[in-house]
């Protein structure tokens, strides 16, 4: 999957970089153009003339200035190279590296390169094991991977420091296996296609304070909208009220109730080669809103509800001649359930999943589904990331729209 990509490799300040040369060389073998971008503080561990003779290409260490020739560099060579790149891979990543890409800093040439990629972006982390345990890094990994990048996890054993515990740089081949499913994943298969893709639950309000909801994470939805960005896609996502960041190169709406998720895609629908509803709408809504806050001491309310409008149902005139994917959650008679949606709301294919399954529960970063073809027929997929689930999904999607 490597032969002739091209494959940025950024290297940062942990002990692990000595191990790098190693990695750049199976890159090369791979067949793949390598360029290395590395921070000033790398070079205390591994020098630019190593990898420069390794990789066949002038390393990058530096923003504006060359210390070697004593001069000012020109040219947007950070936007170049986003450009080149098919996949880039950080490694090792370091604690403050991660921060840095978490928050947006570019205030050396890896993280300012990170900010330029069109491509994805690969993150194998390694320090020291309370380094890598610490509350504040474990919310910059989670905020990575909700931002679109792929997050390794370090391996155990005996660290630089003498402790042991996670933060090991994992094996070469862990690496670049990830990194050919990220690049097998990635084609621009789906380039000059509109995509179209709700996530999240919806909110139904009660009063100005409470509301009806459920406990659907919109992981699968913002999966699918990262995966269709990076397959070249322009891709608008219908969120429900979520924290998820917002995948790079994805045009966002913000809604709260099932009525706001059908006027948005009611308009958005219009321009779009393919929807995929991913989002759980909810079934019911109050029939009254209650403009101030009910109190306590009023007693205890009695709602009386109705059921939403069916977002799929009310678009018979917008949908015509694209591409409908939905989304079936159930927790018994899951085939027969999932096949009576397809048909009634008009699919090409039904994605169902069982929240009880091992794998499969809200918030989880897998997903275990069955993909349901009009035609009747039905593959069922192996647990995997949520992300490699929407791969899957545009497949299908890529197929159609030949």
Not at 144 to 161: D, K, N, T
Not at 268 to 289: C, G, H, K, Q, S
Not at 361 to 371: A, L, P, Q, R, W
Request: glycine residues 6%; proline residues 4%.
């Amino acid at each position: 999957m490597l032969k002739d990509k091209n494959i940025l490799v950024g290297i940062t300040g942990g002990i692990a970089a000595y191990k790098m040369p190693f990695f750049i060389r199976q890159l090369k073998q791979a067949g793949a153009n390598v360029q290395v971008v590395m921070t000033e503080s790398a070079q205390k561990f591994v020098t630019k003339l190593t990898l420069a003779t390794l990789s066949g290409n002038e390393v990058i260490s530096d923003i504006f200035f060359d210390h070697d020739t004593r001069t000012v560099k020109t040219g947007t060579w950070h936007v170049e190279l986003g450009q080149w790149a098919h996949a880039m891979v950080i490694a090792p990543a370091t604690a403050n590296t991660m921060a840095k890409l978490a928050t947006g800093y570019s205030d050396n040439a890896v993280t300012t390169i990170a900010l330029a990629l069109r491509c994805p972006l690969l993150i194998s982390p390694a320090m020291d094991v309370d380094m890598w345990e610490h509350t504040m890094t474990q919310s910059n990994v989670n905020r990575l991977r909700e931002s679109g990048y792929f997050v390794l996890q370090p391996e155990s054993g005996e660290l630089a420091s003498g402790l042991s515990g996670a933060g090991r740089l994992p094996d070469f081949s862990v690496i670049i296996d990830a990194l050919e499913n990220i690049v097998k994943n990635s084609h621009r298969d789906l380039q000059g296609k509109k995509l179209l893709v709700t996530a999240g639950p919806t909110h139904e309000p009660i009063d100005p304070v409470r509301f009806i909801g459920n406990r659907s994470s919109g992981k699968m939805g913002f999966a699918i909208a990262n995966a269709a960005a990076l397959r070249g896609a322009e891709v608008t996502l219908i969120s429900g009220p979520m924290t998820l960041m917002t995948p790079r190169n994805v045009h966002r709406i913000n809604v709260e109730s099932a009525k706001d998720m059908l006027s948005a895609v009611s308009k958005e629908i219009l321009r779009a080669d393919a929807l995929v509803m991913a989002a759980a709408v909810a079934d019911y809504t109050p029939t009254e809103f209650a403009p101030k806050k009910i109190k306590k001491s009023s007693g205890v309310p009695v709602l009386e509800l109705k059921t939403t409008t069916d977002v799929l149902g009310s678009l018979a005139e917008q949908r015509r001649g694209k591409v409908i994917v939905g989304f079936s959650l159930e927790t018994d008679h899951e085939i027969q359930n999932a096949k009576q949606k397809l048909k009634q709301k008009k699919l090409d294919f039904i994605v169902l999943n069982n929240p009880l399954t091992d794998g499969a529960g809200f918030g989880s970063d897998t997903n275990v589904v069955s993909i349901i073809s009009k035609n009747g027929n039905i593959t069922k997929l192996k647990k995997m990331p949520k992300f490699d689930v929407a791969n899957e999904i545009l497949n299908r999607i890529v197929k159609l729209l030949k």
